[in-house]
């Protein structure tokens, strides 16, 4: 290690104790030592200032240089605004954007967007064992209406689930249209793209009616929830040597023993219980320690000097892909390119949500 290097390290530590200091002073004392990372993360409102990079998985990570979709598109809004969740890779946000724009030409209006990221990624206070790297996305079911719509209707407009209410695992005829599976089926389509998450229902429906080349079906897999969003999840960026790949999807369309699994009792059945064994202890939340070494520097780089500058170029965004966030520091790059000991990382998985 350099001289610049240690010294860059040591201010960077001193930054890093300021920053906990801060934290802690809006988490009613949680230090960085003892505070869940999902508070450092959850309570950030500006991505760092730095190259865009992923580091570590998409269940357990971080992201630099992280740039938001503006809020409104030609062919898209974004909904929750107050979750503060729009932001990802540029290159996820690119991919939104393109598959907005030809989401029409599958007679899908445009498209609602839901959660991406953090501004530095990283775990959720609340929602989501994902979403931690920039290149997972979520896309309403329910297609843009033909109006911009208010604050308050992105904070209030209802989810729409596509299953039939008492029945179970099966798609509602009445809501489910062939707009949808188009429009999933565009989405897997990229090349980009290695995994989409749906309910199973939807992707039995799918398996049972899709007559268009079936040979990115194999991506759309079945999973808890996901009745009324689909999720879209990239692959690690070329060249990005901190993000963890996840293996890619087996040959075929996943229409298979391993769709049918989810029609049978065992996915849904609670867990049995043993009356004489003492409760067990709630799961340690994951710490910063627990993370990539590369996200204690993500959590605590400097900012870009306000949202519109980390704001992705819209209908400019195919020069704006090149571009880094206005005003880069060329400091912060040249450090994080740097942290050279990213330990590996074990997928987690999706925890099963109650209700189902
Ligand atoms: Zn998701």
Request: aromatic share 6%; with cysteine.
């Amino acid at each position: 290690m350099t001289m610049m290097m240690a010294k860059g390290f040591r201010a960077l530590a001193k930054g890093l104790a300021l920053t906990a200091g801060l934290i802690a002073a809006t988490t009613g004392g949680a230090s960085a030592e003892g505070a869940a990372a999902k508070q450092l993360f959850g309570g950030i409102k500006l991505p760092s200032r730095a190259a865009p990079t992923p580091y570590g998985f998409y269940s357990k990570g971080c992201i630099a240089g992280a740039v938001a979709i503006p809020v409104d598109g030609p062919t898209w809004q974004a909904m929750r605004l107050s979750r503060n969740r729009r932001w990802g890779h540029p290159q996820m946000i690119s991919l939104l954007e393109r598959l907005s724009r030809d989401a029409p030409g599958v007679g899908w209006p445009g498209i609602l967007i839901g959660d991406v990221s953090q501004p530095r990624g990283g775990p959720m206070l609340t929602g989501h064992a994902s979403h931690q790297i920039g290149l997972d996305a979520d896309i309403w079911l329910t297609p843009m209406p033909d109006r911009r719509l208010s604050a308050k209707e992105r904070e209030d407009m209802p989810f729409t689930s596509m299953l039939k209410e008492n029945k179970f695992l099966t798609v509602d005829t009445k809501r489910w249209t062939p707009a949808h599976a188009k429009l999933i089926m565009l989405a897997a389509s990229y090349p980009e793209v290695e995994r989409i998450f749906v309910n199973p229902a939807i992707k039995k429906k799918l398996c049972d009616t899709w007559t268009g080349d079936r040979s990115a079906l194999g991506k759309v897999r079945p999973i808890y929830g996901h009745d009324a969003h689909f999720h879209i999840r990239m692959g690690c960026p070329d060249g990005a040597a901190g993000c963890k790949s996840q293996a890619a999807v087996g040959a075929g369309d996943g229409c298979d023993k391993s769709l049918a699994w989810w029609f049978t009792d065992e996915p849904w059945a609670k867990p049995k219980k043993d009356p004489n064994a003492k409760p067990p202890k709630p799961p340690r939340p994951m710490q910063l320690s627990d993370m990539p070494k590369a996200c204690a520097v993500v959590l605590q780089a400097p900012s870009p000097d306000s949202e519109m500058a980390a704001t992705f170029g819209g209908a400019t965004a195919v020069s704006a892909l090149a571009a880094t966030p206005a005003n880069p520091n060329d400091a912060v790059p040249a450090i994080t390119a740097q942290m050279p000991e990213l330990p590996d990382v074990v997928p987690i998985p999706l925890p099963r949500p109650a209700g189902y």
